[in-house]
């Protein structure tokens, strides 16, 4: 007898959904791996963190309200970001403190939410991936993944796992990588000075490729290390850990560099 | 002191363009979190040492006028006085008028950001009192006539050449190149002044309502004789520093050191009751304690009340990659850093220190070491609601949000809007990314943008399994 398989609502999150859907696929191969279905509402727009950052509480809830109608129905909510992860498990019930029926819908929305990685290791008991990867990484410990959600061992738990990859540690990992959001185009000085330590710290790893959990700070330092020429590609974890690792990296051009081919090249095979 | 927090934005770039404050905060960033990392991992209660100590907080917080009053009596009891001082203004009258009741010429100062909050140094030079700072930083900074960039280690911006420099154009001695024979200098040149000093002005670490006591913690022991040897000594507080008992003194002070320095405990502890008794060695001859509100008994019970539970200890500027690559004077107030941009716009308003609170990425480190764990983001981001509704914000900012939050609540509307959008980008972003792009100036003048991969992942996603 086969136990029915949880059904996931994948949180794509806006950021992958616009720049990177390479994230989504390798999203969705861990999450069926993990023995679950895997759903996308196609009516999610954002998380409404842009909002709440910013101080529009209004905006933020009536985007939260949309996010929890249409998310509520899953056993299981999981987002690559532990940004937009953490503002639906941390933030969304606060939200609501004084509307008590969508708190109660926001705590139970929040309570079976959860951060891609954490949610493979912690609620599915993860502990390896089939996958290769030829190089040496090193991991940035995004804010919100780290601090709220409290993933940190999860990620290097399943890299240990990837066969030709050296995991070496970025000290000052648990750094902030200075995208914060909208704060890096109100303080871009600032922000600029952040990501540049980053970069810097990354360079000396020597390793060639930055792994992180959330697209916000990954494109941070992508783009920052381009623009610095240091060649060290940027992934998100997803990627190398569903062995998506050989695509062009974060900012890289595809290989044919149109976009018509491109777009055959970002999904995987329907039948796989 | 007169607030200049609105020109954060300017000055925080000044900040990042100084390349003796770089050299000075590069070695700064480091320092303080290893030596605090290695403290509280030497205490396996220290998570349980920060429940007590927020617990101790809130009830007081939440009795302080009984807690107050009781402090009074005791104080008053052991021969001191007590001024309640609503504003800084009434605290430099009560000041003046002592240390003029006493003919105080000069006072010797240790640290006190309360002073700084009073603007004392310049109000008693205004009026012929000479004011010595005590403390080896605020020493350097009187010098160099310039204000704490950090509430513990008030001149952390500055680089051991330019402290050289410094002394040898006041002292006119030599140029010294070991810290430890600077500070022997400062020393030398400070110590007349203990003696000569008219009055001594000190803060207080904590206020003890059981025995009306004030608790002082130094590293340098300047504290100790600024309050023993002159004839008067007055204390600066302002009214949260209040606890109940000695024992919560105790379980604070645990947990300060710390927090601060990484220290057990302070190298100077120091409590003092009352002015100098019958029997007692040393001493003053008169205790005086200033008790400023300045905004705070406002905020009580408010929805920035947690900032109250702040036992000044610094963790959270020594914490925060913002405060370590700009430094305390960007803030433009005496309180830099989380805690700062949380507490300041209570007591100089929001419309002068707007920045601060923004100028954060809501890592969160700030409340992870936090010994309070005053959520420090979260009441950030309660600022930013305000200035959202009060529309402070610039207006080109607030039409962007606006109009992205029109089509994030859209559905149908965002998912044509994205897949034009994106659709747009894709054709131009064949390099990978982005040197330059219309309205995103802040990001590409000094990063690429990566440019999208294709369609988006939902219309991707219908492709392939829809």
Known sequence: MTEKKPRVGLFVTCLVDLFRPSVGFAAVTLIERAGCTVEVPEAQTCCGQPAYNSGARQHTKDIARQVIALFEPFDYVVAPSGSCGGMIKAHYPDLFADEPAWHKRAENLAAKTHELISFLVDVRGMKSVDAHFDGAVTYHDSCSGLRELKVHDQPRQLLASVTGLALKELPGAHICCGFGGTFCIKYPEISTRMVSDKTADISATGAGTVLAGDLGCLMNMAGRLSREGRPIKARHVAEVLAGMGDRPAIGEPSVSGSPQQRRGAVAPAKSR | ?466
């Not at chain 2, 009781?70 to 009891?77: G, H, I, S, T, Y």
């Not at chain 2, 009434?90 to 603007?119: C, P, W």
């Not at chain 2, 606006?402 to 054709?427: E, F, H, V």
């Open chain 2, 1 to 466: 002191m007169e607030p200049h927090s609105l020109d954060f934005k300017e000055a925080a770039k000044r900040a990042l363009a100084d390349t003796e404050l770089q050299k000075s905060l590069s070695s700064f960033k480091a320092g303080f979190s290893l030596k605090r990392l290695e403290a509280i991992q030497k205490l396996p209660e220290f998570e349980g040492l920060r429940d007590e100590g927020i617990a101790i907080k809130q009830h007081t917080l939440a009795h302080l006028d009984f807690y107050l009053g009781r402090f009074a009596e005791k104080v008053e009891a052991a021969g001191g006085t007590v001024h309640w001082c609503p504003t800084p203004d009434d605290g430099r009258r009560a000041i003046l008028e002592i240390l003029r009741t006493h003919g105080a010429k000069t006072a010797t100062k240790s640290k006190s950001m309360v002073a700084e909050e009073l603007g004392l140094n310049e109000f008693l030079e205004a009026n012929d009192i000479e004011p010595v700072e005590t403390d080896l930083g605020e020493y350097i900074i009187q010098l160099a006539h310039e204000r704490p960039s950090h509430i513990l280690a008030p001149a952390v911006h500055k680089t051991k050449e330019q402290v050289s420099d410094l002394f040898f154009e006041h002292h006119k001695t030599r140029h010294l190149t070991e810290a430890s024979d600077m500070v022997a200098e400062a020393r030398q040149f400070l110590r007349p002044r203990y003696l000569a000093a008219g009055a001594g002005i000190t803060g207080a670490n904590f206020l003890v309502a059981e025995t009306g006591s004030i608790v002082l913690v130094t590293n340098e022991g300047n504290a100790e004789l600024t309050q023993i040897l002159p004839k008067v000594h007055i204390v600066l507080a302002t009214v949260e520093k209040v606890v109940p008992t000695l024992e919560d003194a105790a379980t604070l002070l645990r947990l300060l050191a710390r927090s601060a320095t990484g220290q057990e405990f302070g190298t100077y502890t120091t409590l003092a009751t009352g002015p100098k008794q019958i029997g007692d060695q040393d001493g003053p001859e008169a205790f005086h304690v200033i008790l400023l509100d300045n905004g705070r008994s406002k905020i009580l019970g408010g929805e920035f009340s947690e900032v109250l539970r702040c036992i000044k200890c610094a963790a959270c500027m020594n914490h925060c990659p913002v405060y370590s690559v700009v430094g305390g004077h960007a803030y433009g107030w005496v309180y830099p850093g989380p805690i700062g941009a949380a507490l300041a716009p209570n007591l100089i308003g929001l419309e002068e220190a707007r920045h601060l609170p923004n100028a954060s990425t809501f890592c969160g480190r700030c409340e992870a070491v936090c010994p309070m764990r005053i959520p420090l983001p979260k009441l950030m981001r309660q600022w930013r609601e305000q200035e959202h509704e009060k529309k402070l914000s610039p207006p080109r900012f607030r039409l962007g949000l606006d109009a992205w939050a029109y089509l994030a609540k859209r559905p149908a509307l965002y998912a044509l809007a994205t897949k034009l959008g994106i659709g747009a980008l894709s054709i131009f972003g064949g390099a990978g990314r982005f040197a330059a792009l219309p309205l995103a100036s802040g990001w590409t003048a000094t990063r690429d943008f990566p440019a999208p991969e294709g369609p988006t992942f939902r219309t991707a996603w219908k492709k392939a399994r829809g």
